[in-house]
């Protein structure tokens, strides 16, 4: 089974970037959720690159080889929570989630 | 109306049965799949199984002699069944809507129900 490795935590101000990484030997296509404090996850990310409609521009996701990375720019309070990567696992024949990164926006 | 909408029992004792109802009232049955994916307290998400409108399961490997999926298409509802409970199966329990074609190509988890508590306490 593969593991994705995220940051615990990463903290920016407000109105700046924060990226947020996810690395694993099995990444192949990258998909992101964010999970806001007492909700539940939503899909920010699919295929690496592609937001579900309603997704903010302020989001944006990248991938080179085994390696992704989730891009917020113009960091609002109201983006505080966890996110998370996630991505097929052949092994499993299901998705395999990352540890989860809490973001803080000082 | 929410578009998922879950319940069940929310304590249970050691080797009990977990049991846990999905219902989807939103879009083509037909076209989605739904996973099952837990969230231990303070920790990250497990995806547990997923099914389609024909009962096709998956289960992941190292809870599958415990896991059983269902389906119930004329009442659009999805069920979970976890037998043999311990504490480690404490954790907020999902059910998910998924678009995917069943071989990994892609898995898009589009919506996520609000999440039911299973307490495993003697």
């Known amino acids: 089974q593969s593991v994705l490795t995220q940051p615990p935590s990463v903290s920016e101000a407000p109105g700046q970037r924060v990226t947020i990484s996810c690395s694993g030997s099995g990444l192949n296509a990258a998909y992101w959720y964010q999970q806001l404090p007492g909700k539940s996850p939503k899909l920010l990310i699919y295929f690496d690159d592609l937001k579900p409609s309603g997704v903010s521009d302020r989001f944006s996701g990248s991938r080179s080889g085994t390696s992704a990375s989730l891009a917020i720019s113009g960091l609002q309070s109201e983006d505080e929570g966890d996110y998370y990567c996630?991505?097929?696992?052949?092994?499993?024949?299901?998705?395999?989630f990352g540890g989860g990164t809490k973001l803080t926006v000082l | 109306q929410e578009q998922l909408q879950q319940w069940g029992a929310g304590l249970l004792k050691p080797s009990e049965t977990l049991s846990l109802t999905c219902a989807d009232y939103r879009g083509s049955f037909a076209d989605f799949y739904w996973a099952w994916i837990r969230q231990s307290p303070g920790k990250g998400l497990e995806w547990i199984g997923d099914?389609?409108?024909?009962?096709?399961?998956n289960y992941k490997p190292s809870l599958k002699s415990r896991v059983t999926m269902s389906v119930d298409t004329s009442e659009r509802q999805i069920s979970l069944k976890l037998t043999s409970v311990t504490a480690a199966d404490t954790a907020l329990y999902y059910c998910?809507?998924?678009?995917?074609?069943?071989?990994?190509?892609?898995?898009?988890?589009?919506?996520w129900g609000q999440g039911t508590l299973v307490t495993v306490s003697s």
């Open positions: 996630a991505t097929w696992d052949d092994t499993l024949n299901g998705p395999v």
């Open positions: 099914i389609n409108h024909t009962g096709s399961t």
């Open positions: 998910a809507r998924v678009l995917t074609d069943g071989s990994g190509t892609y898995y898009n988890i589009v919506y």
